[in-house]
């Protein structure tokens, strides 16, 4: 059975951790000393016309593209806190480069591939995560999670209660997920059950050198003084992983961070009349009838289309107040602000500050950065 106690050498909660990783080896640093033990699967690309030779070993993804400006590397793709704690639940995740090359060289030799040495490997896929142990089952939050929003990105709920956030574009350069990480570790076929029982897992991933690259220079202190600038592997040493985490956090709990209101009765038309009245709204009762509206068509996954078909009843905006796609941009806007109030409204009702203030400090407190050297 799982346990609602910490259990202290799983280290969940502890650090700010890193999950999956990328990683682009130069060719020459890659030795295959047989090629027969592994074999390369062809995948075909729909974004690009070069295929990817792909293969699998003991969790470790190679890859290796037939893009001739990509050729003379070879992906590496593995998560660093599976790599030293069996599955990727520890936060504990030390970033010592020469035990991870002996990690990973442990897993790839089955296979007759040996890593040289990571000198010139660069990063291409970087996952921040940070656990949180919950007081209550994870369902209990989820009416919260699902009306948070970050910047540029389109939210999809999958799996009825993983809230995932990705910025367009055929290939995303941008990913935030939260969900239930006790709940996907339970259909995991190979786990065993030790642990606390609700778990709340947050991750921010960000794909392609270019964009981390952007990263190393806001969290790592030296990158801004280099010249040329590249992700390199060993730079992550000296990543501000908690700093960098802390400052996506806060963009997507941004909607509960400063929301304020004491309810003094059980009804939602009534306090989300008194919010907006003190907020100088000139008809707050139909402001809060529209935000209960919101609330309800959301819960039935029809919110986009509702807002499509009531734009004018969300914001009367003349049409010469410019163009379409910006008008379009100010109504949504102020749909998701009205369905946020409503939520948090209702949930404060039912709960008061409870949930509110557990997401908010358990996400937001400063927590240890990962080791440099593994115990």
């Known amino acids: 059975?799982?346990?609602?106690?910490?259990?202290?050498?799983?280290?969940?909660?502890?650090?700010?951790?890193?999950?999956?990783?990328?990683?682009?080896?130069?060719?020459?640093?890659?030795?295959?000393?047989?090629?027969?033990?592994?074999?390369?699967?062809?995948?075909?690309?729909?974004?690009?016309?070069?295929?990817?030779?792909?293969?699998?070993?003991?969790?470790?993804?190679?890859?290796?593209?037939?893009?001739?400006?990509?050729?003379?590397?070879?992906?590496?793709?593995f998560s660093i806190s599976s790599l030293f704690n069996g599955n990727n639940l520890c936060s504990d995740t030390p970033l010592n480069m020469n035990l991870i090359l002996s990690l990973l060289n442990n897993k790839l030799n089955n296979a007759g591939v040996k890593i040289e040495n990571l000198n010139g490997a660069k990063l291409a896929r970087l996952d921040i995560f940070r656990n949180l142990i919950l007081e209550e089952k994870y369902s209990k939050y989820f009416s919260i999670l699902s009306l948070l929003h970050f910047p540029r990105t389109k939210k999809t709920i999958r799996y009825g209660s993983s809230v995932y956030y990705k910025n367009p574009g055929k290939r995303a350069s941008f990913e935030?997920?939260?969900?239930?990480?006790?709940?996907?570790?339970?259909?995991?076929?190979?786990?065993?059950?030790?642990?606390?029982?609700?778990?709340?897992?947050?991750?921010?991933?960000?794909?392609?050198?270019?964009?981390?690259?952007?990263?190393?220079?806001?969290?790592?202190?030296?990158?801004?003084?280099?010249?040329?600038?590249?992700?390199?592997?060993?730079?992550?040493?000296?990543f501000d992983c908690d700093k960098f985490f802390r400052s996506k956090a806060n963009k997507l709990l941004k909607p509960i961070l400063n929301f304020d209101h004491l309810p003094s009765s059980t009804s939602l038309q009534n306090e989300l009349e008194i919010f907006f009245k003190g907020k100088n709204s000139i008809n707050p009762r139909k402001e809060a009838l529209l935000a209960r509206t919101l609330l309800k068509i959301n819960e039935k996954g029809l919110l986009e289309e509702f807002i499509r078909r009531n734009e004018f009843k969300i914001m009367r905006l003349s049409f010469k107040s410019g163009t379409s796609q910006s008008r379009r941009k100010r109504i949504k806007e102020r749909a998701y602000k009205l369905l946020i109030t409503a939520g948090l409204m209702k949930e404060i009702i039912l709960h008061g500050y409870d949930h509110i203030n557990e997401l908010k400090q358990g996400l937001l407190e400063k927590r240890k950065n990962p080791r440099k050297r593994a115990a």
Request: proline share 5%.
């Open 176 to 238: 935030a997920i939260v969900y239930d990480k006790a709940e996907q570790l339970k259909s995991l076929s190979n786990y065993d059950s030790v642990g606390p029982e609700n778990i709340l897992r947050m991750e921010f991933r960000y794909y392609g050198t270019r964009w981390i690259s952007e990263q190393f220079k806001k969290f790592v202190f030296f990158y801004k003084f280099l010249d040329p600038k590249f992700p390199y592997f060993t730079y992550l040493e000296n």
């Open 1 to 77: 059975m799982f346990s609602n106690k910490p259990i202290r050498n799983l280290e969940i909660e502890n650090y700010t951790g890193i999950d999956s990783v990328q990683i682009l080896i130069p060719k020459e640093n890659v030795l295959f000393q047989e090629l027969g033990k592994m074999p390369f699967q062809i995948e075909r690309s729909k974004n690009s016309k070069y295929d990817l030779h792909t293969g699998f070993i003991g969790g470790i993804r190679i890859t290796k593209s037939t893009n001739p400006h990509k050729s003379h590397y070879f992906g590496l793709q």
